[in-house]
T-cell receptor, first 108, second 115 residues
Framework: GQNIDQPTEMTATEGAIVQINCTYQTSGFNGLFWYQQHAGEAPTFLSYNVLDGLEEKGRFSSFLSRSKGYSYLLLKELQMKDSASYLCAVRGGNKLVFGAGTILRVKS | EAGVAQSPRYKIIEKRQSVAFWCNPISGHATLYWYQQILGQGPKLLIQFQNNGVVDDSQLPKDRFSAERLKGVDSTLKIQPAKLEDSAVYLC?????????????FGPGTRLLVL
């Protein structure tokens, strides 16, 4: 089976940097995805990691350590529109399993 | 490029009634997924199609849920009879070939409330 853990909620200030952690246990690891989901909307793709290291994409970066079963999503220069739920999803074998998500609240 | 389309967007029914949801994936995408997202949880895969064949339906409650993708394009998900615990958002997603590393693109979802 697969187990994915993320903090339930986080609060950060506009303009700051925030790191959202995700730990996982899975068999047959085939990659880790981060999705953003605004309230009442569909998840949208942010990043994909399959090898260890940091992937940077604008204000968003994602890191993976396969040996530790650990990933984080780093958001820089936070904006109010970044308030959303951030879902960590792990591909084990042929199936994508989502964590419960981390609700990020950005305050001014 | 048009995204994943779903209808209806909202549905309210009473328990023991039946309901059906429709999904049209991104054009050319061979793989289609139905997820159930209960409030406060991440999406849970119900069923995955590759063209018109079922790849994985291990988490589909087959006594009440059914899904089909007859022509390998659009799909319907049905619940009969509905229970209170079926209240959730039903998300449809599609990907190109279902390969490892492929991004899944989600539709806007159908919000179901069972009273």
């Amino acid at each position: 089976g697969q187990n994915i853990d993320q903090p339930t909620e986080m609060t950060a200030t506009e303009g700051a940097i925030v790191q959202i952690n995700c730990t996982y246990q899975t068999s047959g690891f085939n990659g880790l995805f981060w999705y953003q989901q605004h309230a009442g909307e569909a998840p949208t793709f942010l990043s994909y990691n399959v090898l260890d290291g940091l992937e940077e994409k604008g204000r968003f970066s994602s890191f993976l350590s396969r040996s530790k079963g650990y990933s984080y999503l780093l958001l820089k220069e936070l904006q109010m529109k970044d308030s959303a739920s951030y879902l960590c999803a792990v591909r084990g074998g042929n199936k994508l399993v989502f964590g419960a998500g981390t609700i990020l609240r950005v305050k001014s | 490029e048009a995204g994943v389309a779903q209808s209806p967007r909202y549905k309210i029914i009473e328990k023991r009634q039946s309901v059906a949801f429709w999904c049209n994936p991104i054009s050319g995408h061979a793989t289609l997924y139905w997820y159930q997202q209960i409030l406060g949880q991440g999406p849970k895969l119900l069923i995955q199609f590759q063209n018109n064949g079922v790849v994985d339906d291990s988490q589909l409650p087959k006594d009440r849920f059914s899904a089909e993708r007859l022509k390998g394009v659009d799909s319907t998900l049905k619940i009969q009879p509905a229970k209170l615990e079926d209240s959730a958002v039903y998300l449809c997603a599609s990907s190109n070939q279902g390969q490892v590393g492929e991004t899944q693109y989600f539709g806007p979802g159908t919000r179901l409330l069972v009273l």
